[in-house]
């Protein structure tokens, strides 16, 4: 007789072993129901209104209304017509990213590892940009990168930059304006991986007579990795879709996806643009899984 069968009275009714357990999953469930409804709101029927937006029929209009004629053309055509923005999108994306990624992983190093005291006001500079409109912060790269702001200025004391030269309205104001505006994004996930490096490793690195370098690439660069690969992947996949910053700091040749995008629902083509979106996320998607996948860090998706 088990010790809970023993403690039944006569006349009672044992309950069942598995109730409590049953109970407990059930509580998770309703305690997951709230953020799944929001993702079913928010994001599942958005996708497939996005979906079937782009398989409209593209000569209809706001006026007139669309009509669902699964016109897998309008993928063709968006492709074919806006290429050269979409290879534009992921390259700038994937520069600033590096740029984000060579930043980075030293501030986070040093927050981590030798701020001390300093961490907390650390990691609240990092986070300070924050607290200003995205906008604005992006406004102010104009006035630094002016033709009478101060930096054309000292490069052209320097000689590296000509008289007739300029930074703003080019491909590098497009991409310094991206890897500042997402810098953060990097830096957060790396200290948090960073952080919960036990230091006694790095020391026992030493004790084996490693070079630091070594070290770094033999015990701190392995189990940092997840943060890296979180950080690229939040620095790369808001990049690639971003179009403030061509937007405000670029030229007509210097257009991302975003601003097409931007504007033909603004015009109100419609499929094409829903086209052009869907095409984008599909992409970005791939990549993503693809490079989780080559760096060893499956669990993240």
Known sequence: MSVAAAHVGPGEQQLPQDQPQRKR?????LLLLPGALWLLVFFVVPTITLISTSLYDPTGSITSGYEMTFHWQNYVEAVQEYAPQLWRSFLYAGIATIACMLLGYPLAYAIAFKSGRWRNLMLVLVIAPFFTSFLVRTLSWQLLLGDNGWAVDVL???GILGADGHLLATPFAVVTGLTYNFLPFMVLPLYASLEKIDSR??????????APFTTFRKVTLPLSMPGLVAGTLLTFIPAAG????SELLGTPTTRMIGNEIQDLFAAGAYPVAA???VTLMVVIVSMVFFYVRRSGTEDLV
């Open 242 to 245: 971003d179009y403030i910053n």
């Open 156 to 158: 052209r004391t320097l």
């Open 201 to 210: 490793v790095l020391e026992a690195g030493a004790d084996l007579y490693a």
């Open 275 to 277: 086209a052009l979106s």
């Open 25 to 29: 999953g059930l509580a998770g469930y």
